[in-house]
């Protein structure tokens, strides 16, 4: 059976766009896959008075199952109501890559789809993304498009290598798409290993740093498109701190290297509405889980260790939205 997003206690994200963009800062998109994910993400943004786009991808809505995810999506505004957070919540999918899922999607109360249609041709995807958007506009639901490819792995989503958005395209395809905001590839990446090792240099402290950001191609596309909202996908910072957390612990991440902190922070003063973290959300939980099975190995109660796991997540989420993306006290 439909629902309206509204219905839901959902917002679309015209008006978050909007105010971000005079504010300079970026409404954070986290992804979440469970319970406690989503619990940390409505405290963190509810303490810290800040808009939000929960978000989730096709893989994590099979894997909750997507009857479950809507009732999920539901509570986690009625859980905001009560605790008194008043800040704006929008259910978005990520990274669609069919009209039936955002269907489907619409359907099932989001508030915002993207239609990612980045791996197929120019035309192809251009066709593909006003589909969707001319459906979903019929519900008011917000769409976001892409142009250029970011490498790495998330879940579904799989490149090689980056292909970099070319500012000749983007207003021809606003223009002919309709969106209402468009991911571009300026050399952020998904996953946790974001960069190969020969791709960085190293410190006087011996870490890895990463390629700058193309803040020029950024430049650009704000000049063929002025006032639109740029979204920047796979923008974690892959935080060392908890990267060190699970390798002390008997993980074994190697050269896993993120965004910088500062680079998102100067992309949220510009025209870069919204900004997606899912990475370090997973890294968070898997650091403090670890960390407490190898000091309580007895310990075998789920609430024992998802329970600190959804405390840290929170409080990282409070900073993110504090020191990086600016939106804290926008709610």
């Known amino acids: 059976m439909a629902v309206n997003y509204r219905d839901l206690g959902f917002v679309n994200t015209k008006e978050m766009f909007k105010k971000a963009f005079a504010g300079g800062y970026a409404v954070p998109a986290y992804n979440f896959n469970n319970m406690e994910q989503l619990q940390a993400i409505i405290n963190g943004c509810g303490r810290s008075n800040s808009p939000v786009i929960i978000q989730v991808s096709s893989g994590a809505r099979k894997y909750a199952d997507q009857t479950l995810l809507r009732y999920l999506a539901e509570g986690a505004v009625a859980m905001a109501r009560k605790a008194g957070y008043n800040n704006p919540i929008a259910l978005h999918l990520d990274h669609g890559d069919s009209l039936e899922l955002c269907i489907s999607c619409i359907e099932s109360g989001f508030s915002s789809v993207m239609i990612d249609g980045s791996h197929l041709s120019y035309d192809e995807n251009v066709a593909l993304t006003a589909k969707v958007v001319e459906y979903a506009h019929k519900f008011d639901v917000s769409v976001e498009g892409e142009l250029g490819v970011l490498a790495g792995i998330e879940d579904d989503v799989e490149a090689a290598k980056s292909i ?42 011996g870490v890895l740093v990463p390629p700058p950001l ?32 699970i ?13 910088p902190a500062e680079q998102l922070r100067q ?65």
């Open 247 to 259: 390798n002390q612990n008997g993980g074994k991440l190697e050269a896993a290297v993120g965004i």
């Open 164 to 205: 970099y958005t070319d500012p000749d395209q983007v207003e021809d395809f606003v223009r002919r798409t309709g969106v209402d905001s468009l991911a571009i590839s300026i050399g952020t990446s998904h996953g946790a290993y974001k960069f190969k090792p020969e791709q960085c240099t190293r410190n006087a402290k």
């Open 214 to 245: 193309r803040f020029d191609i950024l430049d650009e596309v704000e000049k063929r498109i002025p006032g639109f909202a740029i979204v920047l996908h796979g923008s974690s910072s892959v935080l060392p701190e908890y990267v060190e957390i």
């Open 267 to 331: 992309a949220a003063k510009s025209a870069v509405c919204k900004i997606n973290i899912d990475s370090d959300g997973r890294l968070v939980m898997t650091a403090i889980i670890r960390k407490t099975f190898c000091e309580k190995p007895q310990e075998f109660d789920p609430r024992k260790y998802l329970g600190p796991a959804r405390d840290e997540l929170t409080r990282m989420i409070i900073d993110k939205n504090k020191n990086v993306l600016g939106s804290a006290d926008q709610g």
